[in-house]
């Protein structure tokens, strides 16, 4: 199942590129592309290939992989969606995988000059939440208050964008029951899954 956002612009090969990676190793479950001219920071093995997450701009997915975990979850809507679907392919035992090689032209909205992040930052606070009822550890509370400290008290954000966290904040506790609903079976750690990879710490 090829994942592609519709801002986006193949390079030549890429598809193909992603296919015989997807193939040398049944156990890939997901495997994305390089986005130009701007990447998502994210730890990588340039050994393997394994990363903490794929992004969902140009992603290829294994169907079974996909099936196995129940696909995405659409109450991340917008952002976070493709964070928890890896985490979630990592602990059923599938691998995602980087694949530099292979290179997609991402138009993303966000480098057009004055660009208004209002609902990109609506959703991304809201759903990094969502990523650590679902995944976080007893151990990284801290990063949850420095998640929130960040965003609510720091200058880099302004007082339209912190209203809409307050907003965000308030709005998320309503999903907490559902988020964590069945999350005995997401409850297990693993190397890759790291909230530091996600906006949690951006």
């Known amino acids: ?30 495997c994305d592309a390089k986005q130009l001219p701007r990447e998502h920071p994210k730890a990588w093995d340039k050994s393997t290939g394994e990363t903490s997450w794929c992004s969902g701009a140009a992603a290829l997915v294994r169907r079974e992989a996909f099936d196995q975990v129940g696909g995405f979850d659409e109450r991340f809507f917008m952002y976070c969606e493709d964070v928890d679907l890896s985490w979630k392919l990592w602990l059923k035992g599938w691998k995602c995988i980087y694949v530099p090689t292979a290179i997609v032209r991402h138009f993303t909205q966000d480098l057009a000059p004055g660009k208004r992040r209002t609902l990109e930052n609506y959703f991304s606070f809201r759903n990094s939440l969502f990523l650590y009822y679902r995944f976080g550890r007893k151990g990284e509370r801290a990063v949850l208050w420095s998640f929130l400290r960040r965003r609510m008290l720091s200058g880099a954000y302004s007082l339209r964008s912190k209203a809409l966290f307050a907003i965000a904040l308030v709005d998320h506790i309503r999903y907490i029951p559902v988020v964590l609903h069945g999350g005995k079976e997401w409850e297990h750690s693993h190397t890759w899954i790291r909230l530091s990879e996600t906006s949690l710490f951006q």
Do not use: Q, V, Y
């Open 1 to 30: 199942m090829f994942l592609l956002n519709p801002d986006t612009r193949l390079e030549k090969g890429c598809l193909e590129t992603l296919l015989a990676k997807a193939s040398s190793d049944p156990r890939i479950g997901i």
